[in-house]
């Protein structure tokens, strides 16, 4: 179970060219594979393509990609008030990308942060819409709706 996801994070590093910087994505691989070793050592050891391994992924990603995507605009909004280093948007945007687009959503109402810059709300939607069109025809392939 590890080892998988350990490949499949590590392995988007290399797909994805803007996450290669990205100090929150290594975050949160970092935290998805260590939450996963704890769970598998000890609690239960699991088929890695079993249904309880792949719930448990999306899990640990949906959880993770969500804080680390807060915590991101968190230290955004605080170089921005500080006027010190930026987080690069595009780093932002990858981790809305990869499912971090509700962490970023409380985020932006909670810090008042970057929700009113329309050229980052018009990515942000695009991303957000694009992921729903996507789970759409995910679930309609698969015959679920």
């Known amino acids: 179970m590890v080892i998988t996801y350990s490949v499949i994070?590590?392995?988007l590093l290399f797909l994805i060219r803007p996450l290669q910087k990205n100090s929150f994505?290594?975050?949160h691989a970092a935290l998805v594979i260590l939450t996963a070793y704890y769970i598998e050592t000890h609690y239960f050891r699991a088929s890695v393509f079993g249904t309880k391994t792949l719930l448990l992924f999306i899990v640990f990603q949906f959880v993770s990609i969500n804080l680390v995507t807060i915590l991101a605009y968190w230290v955004d909004k605080k170089a921005a008030i500080k006027g010190a280093w930026r987080v690069p948007e595009i780093n932002?945007?990858?981790l809305e990308?990869?499912?971090g687009w509700s962490g970023a959503l409380l985020a932006q109402r909670l810090f008042h942060h970057k929700n009113k810059k329309r050229s980052y709300q018009s990515m942000f939607w695009f991303i957000l819409f694009m992921q729903i069109a996507a789970v759409y025809i995910i679930l309609k392939y698969l015959g679920l709706l």
């Open 25 to 27: 994505y290594i975050l």
């Open 9 to 11: 994070l590590i392995g």
């Open 92 to 94: 932002l945007h990858a």
């Open 97 to 99: 990308f990869l499912g």
